[in-house]
């Protein structure tokens, strides 16, 4: 089991800067792809960001590309999310996952999820 806890939403204005944080327990951070998705009022979940494992390469959407940078540190079993040129658009409660391979099987785990809101 991997627990996920998100921190760092609240209240922002159009064109701030906010950092999301989201803290793994377990040692199977390290090998685990970890996520970011957004979920907005009668909108469908969507990714936001996602970083894998190991080296490769960072995937964005298109809504965010640009603007928001996703980073990883093993070190603190976390994951960030640094959020610029915030839209009301980004409104939304945004939730990390943690996708192990346990060989055979993949399993995704999910954070309790942290509300942002963008408003003036």
């Known amino acids: 089991q991997v627990r996920l806890v998100e921190s760092g939403g609240g209240l922002v204005q159009p064109g701030e800067s906010q950092r999301l944080s989201c803290v793994a327990s377990?040692?199977?951070?390290?090998?685990?792809?970890m996520s970011w998705y957004r979920k907005a009022p009668e909108k469908a979940r969507e990714l936001v960001a996602s970083i894998p494992s190991g080296s490769g390469q960072i995937k964005y959407g298109d809504s965010v590309k640009d603007r928001f940078v996703m980073s990883r540190d093993n070190d603190k079993n976390t994951v960030y999310l640094q959020m610029s040129s915030l839209r009301s658009e980004d409104t939304a409660v945004y939730y990390c996952?943690?996708?192990?391979?346990?060989?055979?099987?993949?399993?995704?785990?999910w954070g309790q999820g942290t509300q942002v809101t963008v408003s003036s």
């Open positions: 377990g040692s199977t951070f390290i090998t685990s792809a």
């Open positions: 996952s943690a996708t192990v391979n346990y060989g055979l099987e993949s399993l995704t785990f």
